[in-house]
């Protein structure tokens, strides 16, 4: 019997500004996670395409034939499923890269540009990426949304439709504070949409690209501090500041299949034990 959708963690990883380590922790958990034998649905959200990318598909809207969430989102024709491909360690039209066993994704495309214009006019234009993820959430253990970087209509989107949100946030005061806003945003999102099902919960705080104690200054420690005051068992393990992390996107590769034993790696598998995953192998 497939499981109902409750069964199934869809997970938000989102901040409204850019460049908070967004899709780096959403690839990577969803490799870990698909290590310790789960099956795991990555569906980036954003026109720079960066998750596809870090899982193989480089160029998504150039596979001949391959349906991406641009074509679900603009033709009633097309189903979440038909934009569903497998993860790859490495360049997917690489002979030499291996698929990444228990790992899907929803291919992205530049063309999500278009998507909060193309949402607007849209009828249920808030609830159009939940009744897609219902068509396919059986099939999958978790999945991951990788949000863009602003407020639009497609992380209102994403949303509705997680129950859990994680927020990446990098190290600093300015960062810190902006955080009120997102926790502020869930509200309204639950509150406006609770008689349509949503109830997204923050779930997590994930501060990421901490500086080492050799780059370390006193106002990250102070940063840090005050924000595991503020969250306590929400405020979750922090990922280091590591060259890794633009060297595997550099491979096509994700963390746990890059450099698995790395200490950024490692410590991203923390978080998915925070997150109270278990090995299922
Ligand atoms: N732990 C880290 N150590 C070093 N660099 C990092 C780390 N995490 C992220 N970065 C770098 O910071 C940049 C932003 O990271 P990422 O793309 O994951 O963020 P994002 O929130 O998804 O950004 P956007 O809003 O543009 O989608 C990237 O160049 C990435 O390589
Ligand atoms: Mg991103």
Redesign the pocket.
């Known amino acids: 019997m497939g499981k109902t959708i409750s069964n199934t963690r869809i997970i938000a990883f989102t901040n409204q500004s ?1 460049g908070a380590g ?2 780096t922790s959403a690839v990577t958990i969803a490799a870990w996670l698909a290590k310790y034998g789960l099956k795991v649905l990555f569906v980036g959200l ?1 026109a ?1 395409c ?2 596809s990318a870090s899982l193989g598909w480089d160029q998504p809207d150039e596979v001949p034939g391959q349906a991406t969430i641009h074509n679900v989102l603009t033709d009633p024709g097309v189903k979440l499923s038909d934009a569903i491909v497998p993860a790859y360690a490495g360049p997917s039209d690489d002979p030499k890269s291996k698929q990444i066993e228990g790992l899907d994704l929803v291919l992205e495309s530049a063309e999500l540009e278009n998507a909060e214009q193309l949402l607007t006019t849209m009828m249920g234009r808030e609830l159009w990426l939940r009744d897609a993820l219902a068509t396919v959430a059986d099939d999958y253990d978790v999945i991951l949304l ?1 949000c ?2 602003n407020l639009g209509l497609v992380v209102v989107n994403a949303l509705v439709a997680a129950r859990e949100v994680i927020v990446c946030v990098k190290p600093g005061w300015k960062e810190l504070r902006a955080l009120t806003r997102i926790e502020q945003t869930i509200a309204r999102v639950q509150n406006t949409f609770a008689a349509n099902g949503a109830n997204p919960e923050l779930v997590g705080v994930l501060m990421v690209d901490t500086p080492t104690s050799r780059q370390s200054g006193a106002v990250y420690d102070d940063a840090k501090t005050e924000a595991e005051a503020a969250y306590q068992e929400k405020f979750l393990p922090t990922i280091r500041r590591s060259t890794k992390v633009p060297e595997a996107y550099s491979h096509q590769k994700a963390l746990p299949f890059f450099d698995r034993s790395a200490e950024v790696t490692t410590e991203y598998a923390a978080v998915v034990k925070a997150l109270g995953f278990r090995r299922q192998n």
């Open positions: 850019g967004k899709t954003d720079q960066d998750g990788d863009p970087g």
